[in-house]
């Protein structure tokens, strides 16, 4: 009877270490698809909120700050931009015009690039290793052509 108790301590304290061990890896892949879903919903988001950004700056209209006073072009795009991206961080926005150069947003009929960007920190400590201090930068572009507005709304 003894040999027999002895025998079924020593199968769980082994079942206990195994699921230990299982645990863990189980943990680190519970974590890991967190990670990436977070990744993967902030590119999607970001590409969201610069799609009617872009949308938006195509129109050559301009929006009106809490004073009343008409922000300009660049700064409308922003905050369109940053309306959209549901609390995420705009960390930079640039923009490239074909025939204003950068930081203009064109003028009627230019084309024009538009590119944000935005960081994430990772929340897995074996994952975040794998990218500089843990943060991984999201670039996003897009390239629309402005419609026919009047000149004077370039700014």
């Known amino acids: 009877m ?6 079924g301590h020593w ?3 082994q079942a206990l270490i195994e699921t230990a061990l299982v645990f863990i890896f189980f943990m680190l892949l519970v ?3 967190i990670d990436f879903g977070r990744l993967f919903f902030v590119r999607m988001t970001m590409q969201h909120a610069l799609r009617v950004a872009g949308r ?4 050559g209209n ?3 700050d809490s004073q009343g006073a008409t922000l300009t072009r660049t700064n409308s795009i922003l905050q369109v931009a940053q309306q959209n991206a549901m609390g995420l961080p705009i960390t930079s926005i640039q923009f490239t015009s074909q025939s204003f150069g950068n930081g203009s947003a064109g003028g009627p009929g230019d084309t024009e ?4 960007s935005s960081t994430v920190q990772l929340l897995t400590p074996l994952i975040s290793r794998f ?8 670039n996003t572009s897009v390239v629309y052509r ?10």
Do not use: R
């Open 56 to 59: 938006y700056a195509a129109t």
């Open 31 to 33: 974590f890991g698809i």
């Open 146 to 155: 402005n419609e026919p507005f009047p000149p004077s709304q370039t700014n």
């Open 2 to 7: 003894k040999a027999k108790h002895k025998i």
């Open 113 to 116: 690039t538009l590119t944000v």
């Open 131 to 138: 990218f500089s201090n843990g943060v991984y930068h999201f």
């Open 62 to 64: 301009h929006l009106m």
């Open 11 to 13: 199968s769980q304290g």
